[in-house]
T-cell receptor, first 114, second 114 residues
C-alpha cells in the first residue's frame, strides 16, 4: 500500500530564505506526483505536477524534483515571502489507479516571518 | 464566482441526523471527487464519479453515499451522522482530456457532528 510522508510537519523561516520541503513515498510505481498549497478556509491549489518520466518542474520561485528510484520529491521555494505561508501537501497518483485517487501526505505547515 | 462551489461552508449537526453536502462546478469537467481531511491524517478519498452514470467507492466510503445528479453536481450524504465523521470535506473535479490531469478543489465544508 502506497504511503506518503512529508517532513518536516511544520517549518518557520525568516523572509528571504530559500527552503526545501520533503516528500517520500513507499511504492515507486507512480503515475505522477503533485504539490498542492492549502490556505486556511480555502481549498487546495495545485502548484506543480511531475509526470513519472520527468525529473523536475518549475513555476516561478518554485521548483519540484522527483527521484522515483529513491521514492523522494522535494519542493524548493526560493526567496521565501510571508505570502508563501500555507500548508503544502504532496500527493501521488499510482499506476492503475484513477487520477483522482491520490495518496496524500499529511502536509508541511510553512510560516514565513517578515 | 468559484469554479467549484461547496455548500454549506460550515455545518453542525447531531449524531444520527441525515445530512447532505453539495458540490457544483462550472468547469465542465466529467470527473468529480469527494475527499475528507482529518488533522494528522491528510486527505482521503470517499467516492468518485467519472461521469453521471459512473460512481465508485474510494478508500473510506463506509457511512457515506453519493449522488451525481448532473455533470455539474455531485452530492455527498451521511445517512446517520456519527462524531468520527467530524472533518473538513472537499469536492474536486478533473478533466481527463487535459494533460496533465490536474484536480481543482472547492473551498471545503467543515462538518461537526456532536
Amino acid at each position: 500500500k502506497q504511503e506518503v510522508t512529508q517532513i518536516p510537519a511544520a517549518l518557520s523561516v525568516p523572509e528571504g530564505e530559500n527552503l526545501v520541503l520533503n516528500c517520500s513515498f513507499t511504492d515507486s510505481a507512480i503515475y505522477n506526483l503533485q504539490w498542492f498549497r492549502q490556505d486556511p478556509g480555502k481549498g487546495l491549489t495545485s502548484l506543480l505536477l511531475i509526470q513519472s518520466s520527468q525529473r523536475e518542474q518549475t513555476s516561478g520561485r518554485l521548483n519540484a524534483s522527483l527521484d522515483k528510484s529513491s521514492g523522494r520529491s522535494t519542493l524548493y521555494i526560493a526567496a521565501s515571502q510571508p505570502g508563501d505561508s500555507a500548508t503544502y501537501l504532496c500527493a501521488v497518483a499510482n499506476y492503475g489507479g484513477s487520477q483522482g485517487n491520490l495518496i496524500f501526505g499529511k502536509g508541511t505547515k510553512l510560516s514565513v516571518k517578515p | 464566482d468559484a469554479d467549484v462551489t461547496q455548500t454549506p461552508r460550515n455545518r453542525i449537526t447531531k449524531t444520527g441526523k441525515r445530512i447532505m453536502l453539495e458540490c457544483s462546478q462550472t468547469k465542465g469537467h466529467d470527473r468529480m471527487y469527494w475527499y475528507r481531511q482529518d488533522p494528522g491524517l491528510g486527505l482521503r478519498l470517499i467516492y468518485y464519479s467519472f461521469d453521471v452514470k459512473d460512481i465508485n467507492k474510494g478508500e473510506i466510503s463506509d457511512g457515506y453515499s453519493v449522488s451525481r445528479q448532473a455533470q455539474a453536481k455531485f452530492s455527498l450524504s451521511l445517512e446517520s451522522a456519527i462524531p468520527n465523521q467530524t472533518a473538513l470535506y472537499f469536492c474536486a473535479t478533473s478533466d481527463p482530456g487535459q494533460e496533465p490531469e490536474k484536480l481543482f478543489f472547492g473551498s471545503g465544508t467543515q462538518l461537526s457532528v456532536l
